[in-house]
């Protein structure tokens, strides 16, 4: 019984769950701001359960794809690939197994333009940007486009169209990721060294990233801004958002000055977490 439980455990963990809850909790930031709090129920169960699927499938392809660097890696070396305590059969079964009913779930219960943005997520985040990070410091702004699909996902479910909300929702998710990842990039530095991965920190140097962190912060503070100035969400969501703005441009100016710089880009990435919680929490809770 432990052996099956432990086997279940693995194949769990292939699947990297922390970014499908991740990514579900800004699906459902997106899916209550254009349904408003009245649920579709159907369409709800669709969307959660196809995009988790989907994310989760297009996770077990990228440990296939990137076995041989994570083997170079501290963090990713014990993966499950990696050490071979899963053969890579039985994963790309798994992880076809997933993409087909994840776009299952999508095509039943959603929309097209679900289904697109899917396919899009899908097909950048397996392809384009498993290539992209091995030959191309713009490897991240790639990447970011598949990390901004399930909040986009969340609110096309209900609405069914591209419009100013939805692109801004995508804009900030972009503009999100681009300091989340690079401060993961410098703090894990001497890894991405390692792997020869082409990520900006690595190939253009930690003044230029922070440069670049600093930037998308406020490009995330003022997208997010004008999501409440064209009448999407409230004024509380505002002041919120305008506080979180600042405080983390102030966080990003002082990396100028840090001498510990692994100390600050640790503290980079955990307050784009706390961005993220808080931003999936204020979008629906005070909604226009």
């Given at each position: 019984?432990?052996?099956?439980?432990?086997?279940?455990?693995?194949?769990?963990?292939?699947?990297?769950?922390?970014?499908?809850?991740?990514?579900?909790?800004?699906?459902?930031?997106?899916?209550?701001?254009?349904?408003?709090?009245?649920?579709?129920?159907?369409?709800?169960?669709?969307?959660?359960?196809?995009?988790?699927?989907?994310?989760?499938?297009?996770?077990?392809?990228?440990?296939?794809?990137?076995?041989?660097?994570?083997?170079?890696?501290?963090?990713?070396?014990?993966?499950?690939?990696?050490?071979?305590?899963?053969?890579?059969?039985?994963?790309?079964?798994?992880?076809?197994?997933?993409?087909?009913?994840?776009?299952?779930?999508?095509?039943?219960?959603?929309?097209?333009?679900?289904?697109?943005?899917?396919?899009?997520?899908?097909?950048?985040?397996?392809?384009?940007?498993?290539?992209?990070?091995?030959?191309?410091?713009?490897?991240?702004?790639?990447?970011?486009?598949?990390?901004?699909?399930?909040?986009?996902?969340?609110?096309?479910?209900?609405?069914?169209?591209?419009?100013?909300?939805a692109v801004l929702l995508f804009l900030m998710m972009v503009w999100w990721q681009m300091p989340h990842f690079y401060a993961i990039s410098l703090f894990r530095l001497k890894d991405y060294t390692n792997a020869k991965l082409h990520v900006w920190p690595v190939e253009k140097g930690s003044q230029s990233t922070k440069i670049q962190m600093l930037i998308f912060v406020i490009l995330f503070t003022l997208t997010s801004l004008i999501l409440s100035i064209t009448g999407y969400t409230g004024k509380i969501y505002f002041i919120v958002m305008a506080i979180l703005g600042i405080i983390w441009i102030r966080l990003g100016i002082k990396g100028f000055r840090a001498k510990d710089e692994t100390k600050w880009a640790r503290s980079m990435f955990f307050f784009s977490l706390i961005s993220l919680l808080i931003m999936c929490i204020m979008i629906p809770a005070n909604i226009a």
């Open positions: 019984m432990m052996k099956h439980m432990e086997k279940i455990r693995t194949y769990y963990q292939l699947a990297k769950p922390g970014i499908v809850y991740g990514n579900l909790l800004a699906l459902i930031s997106g899916f209550l701001l254009a349904s408003d709090w009245k649920i579709h129920w159907s369409i709800a169960i669709g969307v959660i359960f196809g995009t988790s699927f989907v994310i989760a499938s297009g996770c077990v392809f990228n440990n296939f794809i990137d076995r041989g660097v994570d083997a170079q890696m501290t963090r990713t070396k014990r993966r499950s690939l990696v050490t071979g305590t899963i053969p890579i059969s039985h994963a790309l079964v798994y992880a076809t197994i997933l993409g087909i009913a994840g776009f299952g779930f999508l095509i039943h219960f959603t929309n097209i333009i679900t289904v697109i943005e899917g396919l899009i997520g899908y097909g950048i985040y397996i392809i384009v940007y498993g290539a992209a990070k091995r030959h191309s410091i713009y490897s991240t702004i790639i990447g970011s486009i598949s990390g901004a699909m399930p909040l986009l996902a969340g609110y096309t479910a209900v609405s069914n169209r591209i419009d100013t909300a």
